[in-house]
C-alpha cells in the first residue's frame, strides 16, 4: 500500500526555537497533503491544506505566520512550528490522499517545547 | 462542515469478545474510512467504506450512505485491538480533507 513517511517522529527544543517536521509520499505524487494536529486524548483536527506550488490553505485559528507549510514538490510537504512556545507541544500528523480516495497518514512527529 | 459522531467513546472488553462501533455524520459523504491509531500515534487503514459491506478477518465495516451512519464490527477481540478507532469522511463539497470523529477508545483485557 501506498507509504507516507514523517519525519522526525520526536523532537524536543527549547521555547522561542524553530522546528521543521517533513512529510513524503513514498510511492505516489500527492498534489495535495494535509496537516492535523491532535492534543492528548482528542480527535484530530485540520490545521492546513499543503497545495503543491501554491500557497496552504489555513483552517480558521490556526496562525499562518507561526505554522510554516511549504510543498515544494509532489513527494514533500514541510511545517515549520516558528518560535515554538510550550502550548505548541503536540502530536502533528500529515496526510497524503492517492487517487482522491484514501487517505494515508505519516507516523506523527510528537513535539515538545521547554 | 460535516459532524461526525462516534458511540461509545470509550468500551472496555474481554479477550473473545465481539464488538460494534458506530459513526454517524450530518451530511451525504462521498468517502468514508475507518482507521485504528495504535498507542504509538499512527494511524491504520482499516477500511475505505463510502457505502456497503467490507469483511477483512475479524473486522467488518457496513456503511448505510442514505441513513448517514457506519459501523464497524470486530469480532474475538484481542489485546492488539486495543487503541482508538476514528471514523474519517470525506465530501467534496465540503473541501478535499476528511474530518474526524471523536473515536472510540477500546481496550481489550486479557
Known amino acids: 500500500g501506498a507509504v507516507v513517511s514523517q519525519h522526525p517522529s520526536r523532537v524536543i527544543c527549547k521555547s522561542g526555537t524553530s522546528v521543521k517536521i517533513e512529510c513524503r509520499s513514498l510511492?505516489?505524487?500527492?498534489?495535495?497533503m494535509f496537516w492535523y494536529r491532535q492534543f492528548p486524548k482528542q480527535s484530530l483536527m485540520l490545521m492546513a491544506t499543503s497545495n503543491e506550488g501554491s500557497k496552504a490553505t489555513y483552517e480558521q485559528g490556526v496562525e499562518k505566520d507561526k505554522f510554516l507549510i511549504n510543498h515544494a514538490s509532489l513527494t514533500l510537504s514541510t511545517l515549520t512550528v516558528t518560535s515554538a512556545h510550550p502550548e505548541d507541544s503536540s502530536f502533528y500528523i500529515c496526510?497524503?490522499?492517492?487517487?482522491?480516495?484514501?487517505?494515508?497518514f505519516g507516523q506523527g512527529t510528537r513535539l515538545t517545547v521547554v | 462542515g460535516i459532524q461526525v459522531e462516534q458511540s461509545p467513546p470509550d468500551l472496555i472488553l474481554q479477550e473473545g469478545a465481539n464488538s460494534t462501533l458506530r459513526c454517524n455524520f450530518s451530511?451525504?459523504?462521498?468517502?468514508l474510512q475507518w482507521f485504528h491509531q495504535n498507542p504509538w500515534g499512527q494511524l491504520i487503514n482499516l477500511f475505505y467504506i463510502p457505502s456497503g459491506t467490507k469483511q477483512n478477518g475479524r473486522l467488518s465495516a457496513t456503511t448505510v450512505a442514505t441513513e448517514r451512519y457506519s459501523l464497524l464490527y470486530i469480532s474475538s477481540s484481542q489485546t492488539t485491538d486495543s487503541g482508538v478507532y476514528f471514523c474519517a469522511v470525506r465530501d467534496l463539497n465540503y473541501g478535499q480533507n476528511f474530518v474526524f470523529g471523536p473515536g472510540t477508545r477500546l481496550s481489550v483485557l486479557p
Open positions: 510511492d505516489f505524487q500527492a498534489t495535495t
Open positions: 496526510s497524503a490522499q492517492m487517487g482522491g480516495r484514501k487517505a494515508f
Open positions: 451530511d451525504s459523504v462521498n468517502n
